[in-house]
């Protein structure tokens, strides 16, 4: 990468040189040639004006420019600069090479020295170097741009790795945190042997739930009728015994109509952005007491559910990149969780997540299609 760069450096630098050396070297002809006519031209010898128009025409023959001149009758009358060494000026070579000028510069013609066929100027050899130039300064440029995609590709690539595994890690911390308590609870004898199968049931449930979401990334989502009011009563009630109840209670509250409104989605892909939001809100009620409310309703044609807390809220800075990957107000954090649910609920189910404006706390509001229980597309769906 560095060697690219420096090369791109010293191509550019080149091309610099080749410039002003060519700029350079013009404005010291055009000096040249202004000079010897002003000084025929100022010269009061009767001669002088002949002999600046024959010391100009020198001067331009100087330059290496191409020059044949022929009579009204197509004879050779007078050639400098020729690429080849003539036998003489009735060489045919030279009137070859005039009829060859002629189809990429139209001669000019005068009455009084017949027509003058001329050739590119020297310079134009530099400009083709200086294209060439130009073009592998642009090949390398390409270079440059590809290897630092690939590296930033390589870079963001091995961050979500990272970032899946942290989250694959959050999300098994709740269940896996509930398992050690509820062993602490038998070995002490203070929890029931059923209650303490339900409780061991429900969290291996989860684990499985966890490992068949991961499974479920990348491939397309389930659609099947789902009841938002439903799933906010299932997620709460397993969060219910595994929140704080003594020091800094945490309560959780559903309010829902019923099972519904009815979505047609993942189950299991909306159960997880469901159990996203209620784990933020429980990390930013941490060492606080509060309350969770899930509420489950209709907004025009479209199905909530939202997410509130009465915790301090989302930082203002973080509130118009909050669900953008890695950005995150939680220390240690990576920032995928919000990443992930929105990818979910927007790309996968054509809904929408967003974070609304409220005086305190915070709430998520999730928006979906309504799919009517009473239509016949359920019917066919179930």
Request: neutral net charge; glycine residues 10%; proline residues 6%.
């Amino acid at each position: 990468m560095v060697l690219l760069v420096a090369i791109l450096a010293g191509l550019s630098a080149g091309t610099s040189w080749l410039v002003a050396r060519h700029m350079k070297s013009d404005a010291r002809a055009i000096s040249q040639l202004y000079s010897g006519v002003f000084a025929g031209l100022n010269d009061p010898r009767p001669s002088a004006e002949t002999d600046a128009l024959l010391s100009l025409g020198r001067m331009v023959s100087q330059q290496g420019l191409i020059l044949i001149v022929t009579d009204g009758t197509g004879r050779v009358t007078a050639a400098a600069n020729l690429p080849f060494k003539p036998d003489g000026l009735d060489d045919p070579r030279i009137r070859a090479l005039a009829a060859r000028l002629d189809h990429d510069n139209p001669p000019v013609t005068t009455e009084l020295i017949g027509a003058v066929h001329f050739g590119p100027i020297p310079a134009e050899h530099q400009l083709v170097r200086l294209a060439a130039l130009q073009g592998l300064i642009i090949l390398v440029m390409v270079l440059v741009a590809w290897f630092a995609y690939r590296n930033a590709m390589a870079a963001n690539r091995d961050r979500l790795w990272v970032a899946m595994a942290r989250e694959a890690a959050h999300q098994m911390g709740t269940p896996l945190t509930s398992l050690q308590g509820w062993v602490e609870q038998a070995r002490g004898g203070t929890l029931a042997p059923a209650a303490f199968a339900d409780h061991l049931e429900a969290d291996a449930e989860r684990l499985d739930r966890v490992a068949r979401r991961f499974e479920r990334i990348g491939r397309p989502a389930a659609r099947r009728p789902l009841g938002l009011g439903a799933l906010a009563s299932r997620v709460a009630e397993y969060f219910r015994p595994r929140l704080p109840h003594r020091a800094n209670p945490i309560q959780i509250q559903v309010i829902a109509a019923g099972p519904g409104p009815h979505v047609l989605g993942d189950p299991i892909l909306l159960e997880w952005v469901l159990e996203s939001l209620v784990k933020n809100a429980i990390d930013a009620l941490h060492g606080r007491a509060g309350t969770i409310i899930l509420e489950a309703g209709m907004s025009g044609d479209q199905a909530t559910l939202r997410v509130k807390d009465d915790g301090p809220g989302v930082p203002r800075e973080l509130r118009r990149t909050l669900f953008e990957p890695g950005v995150t107000s939680k220390e240690g954090g990576w920032g995928i969780g919000l990443a992930l649910a929105r990818r979910v609920v927007e790309d996968s189910h054509g809904g929408s997540i967003d974070l609304e404006a409220t005086e305190q706390g915070a709430s998520f509001v999730l928006r979906m299609p309504h799919f009517p229980a009473e239509s016949g597309e359920w019917a066919a769906a179930t």
